[in-house]
């Protein structure tokens, strides 16, 4: 099993619509967990953190489900801009060195 | 931008030869990590460096070495390129990623291994 899963989609929706992905890690000691945002050929960027109690920025919404081990991202009335692939990270939490695991990424295309 | 800078951005090389790619972290980030991203996956951990020591290390071969100087920039160094060595080549440096483990991206090198 991977350590860190994700469907790979492509998520093909209209602009406007509501979007969901989630991410599934299998190591439980995993501590932080974000959502970058990787364009065509471009660095991964972050997008947001996701903590316990879940949190918003804008159109963003992250959750976290220890109990189920996945972490979510909600994106409310996409924009064409919108388009890119969204990668889930996953960190053990330690003193100093940080494993950090990426997904393999959801690839999301926001349609006219 | 992350302040975060990648040298050179794109890199042609044949079978066997060696290749050293660069980076520049951003200012007062101490610690960097490397990662390998095939087409269509997501980044790799190669390794990571905390003040000149390599202090974590992913599943990829000795062939993968680096090292990272007193200014906290660093090198990713490949021996005996393979075919499958070719990717686009990730590093990010965090200031402290104990506490606060976020992670800033370079643009990256592209290397493609003929």
């Known amino acids: 099993r991977k350590e860190v899963e994700q469907d790979p989609g492509p998520f093909n929706v209209p602009e406007g619509a509501t979007v969901a992905f989630n991410c599934t890690y299998s190591?439980?000691?995993?501590?932080?967990f974000f959502w970058y945002r990787q364009d065509c050929r471009k660095e991964p960027k972050l997008l947001m953190s996701?903590?316990?109690s879940g949190n918003e920025d804008g159109r963003f919404t992250a959750q976290l489900n220890r109990a189920s081990q996945y972490i979510s991202l909600l994106i409310r009335d996409s924009k064409l801009s919108d388009s890119a692939t969204y990668l889930c990270v996953v960190i053990p939490l330690s003193g100093g060195y940080q494993k950090v695991t990426f997904g393999t990424g959801t690839k999301l295309q926001v349609i006219p | 931008e992350t302040g975060v800078t990648q040298s050179p951005t794109h890199l042609i090389k044949t079978r066997g030869q060696q290749v050293t790619l660069r980076c520049s972290s951003q200012?007062?980030?101490?610690?960097v990590s490397w990662y390998q991203q095939a087409l269509g996956q997501g980044p790799q951990f190669i390794f990571q460096?905390?003040?000149?020591?390599?202090?974590g290390r992913g599943n990829f071969p000795p062939r993968f070495s680096g090292l990272q100087f007193p200014n906290y920039s660093s090198e990713l160094n490949v021996n005996a390129l393979e075919l499958d060595d070719s990717a686009l080549y990730l590093c990010?440096?965090?200031?402290?990623?104990?506490?606060?483990?976020?992670?800033?991206f370079g643009a990256g090198t592209r290397l493609s291994v003929l």
């Open positions: 190591n439980s000691a995993s501590q932080s």
């Open positions: 200012s007062g980030h101490n610690t």
């Open positions: 990010a440096s965090s200031e402290n990623p104990g506490t606060t483990p976020k992670w800033y």
């Open positions: 460096y905390y003040r000149e020591e390599e202090n």
């Open positions: 996701v903590y316990s």
